[in-house]
């Protein structure tokens, strides 16, 4: 049996995510980024392009992670695909590239797929902790299968795990919302692409960051220069912001140098 035609469905929203059950807080300095699978073969099932999936993915790049592909390799024999083709068939004829959108840059690294999780038969943990990297994100297809195997297994490894429900695809809305909800209860964080981009930059989180470099308190709406946050500050902020994946320029903040100001900027860099 192959994978069957699959219909384009809208993807889960944040009011729709299991409740946490682990504490976890992405941290960039310490994720890595795992884009699953995201080769012509799988995403044509669904006969169309997967925009939505496919933007949210390249929202995540622009984090500057380091990132992990996997893909499935071609016309592989019975002995490699092993239990794989009692269930899927032959498997990858063709259309094994990662669909162009989506395309590795030279820094990027694909690992070649053998089995559902993208630890089997791989050197993913070995190239994590090289990194420093003990958080992952998962992204791509398919959520009850792959997915589900990989995160399952970097549990076991001790990578905290945030799979992206906006991020993700399944054969329908109904695996792919049940699939949530089984990675919630037993291995992962599952968030949504903004509420990713967004931990650490509500206005409590701007306030506390800027108030840390002052030596007197200041209101949200106080001019800051007034305040005496002096440029190399404002650069520190900048350059931070910047590796959390928030590209706010230096003019960007002069526009309203205030608390609420620098928050705004935020969103609009995001």
């Known amino acids: 049996m192959s994978i069957p035609t699959l219909d384009i469905y809208p993807l889960p929203t944040e009011a729709e995510l299991p409740k946490p059950r682990v504490p976890w807080t992405f941290d960039p300095n310490r994720a890595a980024l795992l884009i699953h699978d995201m080769q012509r073969y799988f995403l044509d099932f669904y006969g169309e392009e997967f925009g939505e999936l496919v933007d949210n993915i ?27 083709s009692d269930r899927w068939g032959p498997g990858i004829q063709d259309r ?3 669909v162009a959108p989506l395309a590795p840059a030279s820094s990027d690294v694909v690992l070649t797929k053998h089995r559902y999780s993208a630890f089997h038969r791989t050197d993913l943990a070995e190239r994590l902790a ?34 992206i429900a906006d991020a993700i695809a399944d054969f329908g809305r109904g695996r792919h919302v049940a699939a949530l909800e089984h990675l919630s209860a037993t291995c992962a964080v599952v968030t949504t692409l903004n509420r990713l981009l967004d931990s650490g930059f509500g206005l409590a989180d701007v306030r506390a960051q800027v108030l840390a470099l002052l030596d007197e308190p200041a209101d949200d709406d106080e001019n800051l ?13 900048i350059e931070d912001w910047k590796e959390r994946g928030h590209n706010v320029t230096f003019a960007d903040l002069a526009a309203d140098p205030t608390i609420r100001g620098f928050h705004a900027a935020l969103e609009a860099a995001r």
């Open 58 to 84: 390249a929202q995540l790049r622009k984090l500057d992670l380091p990132t992990f592909y996997t893909a499935q390799p071609p016309k592989q024999s019975p002995d490699e695909r092993g239990l794989l």
């Open 96 to 98: 094994e590239d990662i």
């Open 130 to 163: 090289a990194a420093g990297r003990d958080q992952l994100i998962i992204t791509g297809v398919y959520a009850h299968i792959g997915i589900t195997a990989t995160a399952l297994d970097a549990f076991s490894h001790g990578i905290e795990t945030f799979v």
């Open 225 to 237: 220069i007034d305040a005496g946050l002096d440029s190399i500050r404002v650069m520190g902020l």
